[in-house]
């Protein structure tokens, strides 16, 4: 198994450009998530997938759209990119998205690192 | 909202030397709590998930307790090696979200 997987590892905008981060996984997990990580700020989520077909929003989602048509897949587009949004964005995945007592842990990929000019 | 404070920032051993590491929650009504270790540039590796139910988990040279009430974790590392050096990240699940705190970097001299 690959794991998580992202694309790319660095990419540099400009200012109001669009693009899509990547993000897979081949290990038929449900629960699949993206997090921004920023020095002295630590991870924060932005959005999340219990399942194909179904998301939501995490703690800062402003600026970022999703959606999960397969299982395997979590892109993350920039509608329009800001200089607010130079960081390090993780993925994650799942197996499942149980209750109280899961002991699911999560699997993070590589990381892509964005600079916005 | 559920905030996760690690303390200390950084920390600096010798070789061979026993260390504690901190993580504070403000909101014990938590899922379970993890440990994670970061290497620089890399992403995450899980070490330990404490479901909210249990008080330690032990895996290797690591314990990891968890006292719900009183909002804290601590991760013991037994004769730390050099290979230790990395941050490290604890995160509390609560209902659909992970939230983390900010890491502590550990550096491990020879």
């Known amino acids: 198994n690959a794991g998580v997987t992202q694309t790319p590892k660095f990419q540099v905008l400009k200012t109001g450009q669009s693009m899509t981060l990547q993000c897979a996984q081949d290990m038929n997990h449900e629960y699949m998530s993206w997090y921004r990580q920023d020095p002295g700020m630590g991870l924060r989520l932005i959005h999340y997938?219990?399942?194909?077909?179904?998301?939501d929003q995490g703690e800062v989602p402003n600026g970022y759209n999703v959606s999960r048509s397969t299982t395997e897949d979590f892109p993350l587009r920039l509608l329009s990119a800001a200089p607010s949004q130079t960081s390090v964005y993780f993925c994650?995945?799942?197996?499942?998205?149980?209750?109280?007592?899961?002991?699911?842990?999560?699997?993070f990929g590589p990381g892509t690192r964005l600079t916005v000019l | 909202k559920q905030e996760v404070t690690q303390i200390p920032a950084a920390l600096s051993v010798p070789e061979g030397e026993n260390l504690v590491l901190n993580c504070s929650f403000t909101d014990s009504a938590i899922y379970n709590l993890q440990w994670f270790r970061q290497d620089p540039g890399k992403g995450l590796t899980s070490l330990l998930l404490?479901?909210?139910?249990?008080r330690e988990q032990t895996s290797g040279r690591l314990n990891a307790s968890l006292d719900k009430s009183s909002g804290r974790s601590t991760l013991y590392i037994a004769a730390s090696q050099p290979g230790d050096s990395a941050t490290y990240l604890c995160?509390?699940?609560?209902?659909?979200?992970?939230?983390f705190g900010t890491g502590t970097s550990l550096t491990v001299i020879p």
């Open positions: 997938s219990v399942g194909a077909g179904i998301t």
């Open positions: 994650a995945s799942s197996p499942t998205w149980g209750g109280r007592g899961s002991t699911d842990t999560q699997y």
């Open positions: 404490i479901q909210s139910s249990q």
């Open positions: 995160a509390v699940r609560g209902g659909n979200q992970f939230y």
